[in-house]
């Protein structure tokens, strides 16, 4: 069985040590950024930014609502990344068998602009960036080489609050329906986001909507056949031929 995470919204303050947890470990480089009138920074995730607490302000029957999501990639059971990458260039985005991290590895350097385009849009989540200097496709690893040694990935060790949880599958589904539980009784709103489909799970207390735009999955999930991605690419050639 895969590893898994639970993401408890609730319990999240938005101190963001995930976030930082996450550079120092993997030693991703700060990027320059300016003040845009929100606590989240960076704006969005990027090749240096594998994990990023979005910040969503709205307003719910007058009240200001101010809802906290530490996102990152879900490790999807079938990743439509990797059957993205498989069609293009086999190999290059990679399960590990043992923890069910998805990973790109370093010869994702060969996909052309269009072909990452195509990987970043298959992702429910909209999660995959590429980095422009070197190529590479980057997004969280589930700190893999951490979790093959026994050890909790970077955010999890440094969560304060036990907003993030690790562990086996199992535990972690048993753990999600039990805090859903308590949880309910103080948000009726209260939510799992895609627990079937992916190894991250989010505890919501408030209508996906309310955090971000690809809070759960954008598109259908299920595994999409080589056929069916096939025919999704060649439709753009179709449309110019006819032009
Ligand atoms: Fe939230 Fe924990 Fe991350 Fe802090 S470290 S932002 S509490 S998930
Ligand atoms: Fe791939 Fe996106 Fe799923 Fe992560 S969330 S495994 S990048 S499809
Ligand atoms: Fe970053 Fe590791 Fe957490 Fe992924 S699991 S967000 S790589 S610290």
Redesign the pocket.
């Known amino acids: 069985m895969p590893k898994t995470f639970l993401?408890d919204t609730s319990?999240?303050?938005?101190?963001?040590?995930?976030?930082i947890?996450c550079k120092e470990w993997h030693e991703l480089p700060a990027n320059q950024t300016r003040q845009r009138g929100s606590h989240q920074n960076p704006p969005d995730l990027n090749p240096n930014n594998y994990k990023l607490?979005r910040f969503s302000e709205h307003l719910d029957n007058g009240v200001i609502r101010w809802n906290?999501f530490?996102d990152q990639c879900r490790h999807c059971d079938v990743p439509p990344c990797k059957e993205m990458g498989d069609v293009y260039h086999e190999g290059t985005i990679i399960q590990d068998e043992k923890t069910g991290a998805v990973l790109f590895t370093d010869k994702t350097t060969v996909f052309t602009g269009e072909e990452f385009e195509q990987v970043r849009e298959a992702c429910p989540y909209d999660i995959p960036r590429r980095d422009p200097k070197t190529g590479l496709l980057s997004k969280c690893t589930m700190c893999n080489d951490r979790v093959q040694k026994g050890m909790l990935p970077a955010?999890v060790k440094?969560?304060?609050?036990g907003?993030?949880n690790f562990g086996e599958r199992a535990d972690m589904l048993k753990l999600a329906e039990s805090r859903l539980a308590t949880v309910k009784k103080t948000w009726p709103k209260a939510m799992l986001a895609d627990p079937g489909d992916v190894n991250v799970i989010f505890l919501l207390i408030d209508d996906p909507e309310n955090y971000h735009t690809h809070t759960v999955a954008q598109a259908a999930f299920g595994p999409m056949t080589k056929k069916q991605f096939l025919a999704t690419l060649a439709r753009p050639f179709k449309a110019m031929a006819k032009v």
């Open positions: 993401i319990r999240c303050t938005a101190c963001r040590g995930c976030q947890a607490v906290f530490p955010c440094v969560c304060p609050t907003a993030m």
